[in-house]
């Protein structure tokens, strides 16, 4: 059974940092891509960064220059280091894993809250 658990959520003022990692389990997770997704109020899920298996990184246009994804397969685990945020990137942020080795499909993390105040 895939599991993945996001920490490190919170509430930051603009221009501050908050980093968020999430635990992945029940799959070889060094063989599968893994991201994050985020959602604001009366938005559609979005892109914020996504990282291959070979460590190749992807970013959505609003994040790029600001967030870094990462990858500790020794850990199973995947996070994402957000530096000068903003208010507009205040939404629940999702851990995703394309799972494509053991398993097949994409895998969802609870979602973890950032806000952002101004």
């Known amino acids: 059974q895939v599991q993945l658990v996001e920490s490190g959520g919170g509430m930051v003022q603009a221009g501050g940092s908050l980093r968020l990692s999430c635990a992945v389990s029940?799959?070889?997770?060094?063989?599968?891509?893994a991201g994050w997704y985020r959602q604001a109020p009366g938005k559609q899920r979005e892109l914020v960064a996504i990282?291959?298996?070979?460590?190749?990184?992807n970013y959505g246009d609003s994040v790029k220059g600001r967030f870094t994804i990462s990858r500790d397969n020794g850990e199973n685990t995947v996070s994402l280091q957000m530096n000068s945020l903003k208010p507009e990137d205040t939404a629940v942020y999702y851990c995703?894993?394309?799972?494509?080795?053991?398993?097949?499909?994409?895998?969802w993390g609870q979602g973890t809250q950032v806000t952002v105040s101004s």
């Open positions: 995703n894993l394309q799972a494509r080795s053991e398993w097949y499909g994409d895998y």
């Open positions: 029940g799959i070889t997770f060094r063989l599968n891509t």
């Open positions: 990282i291959s298996s070979g460590g190749s990184t």
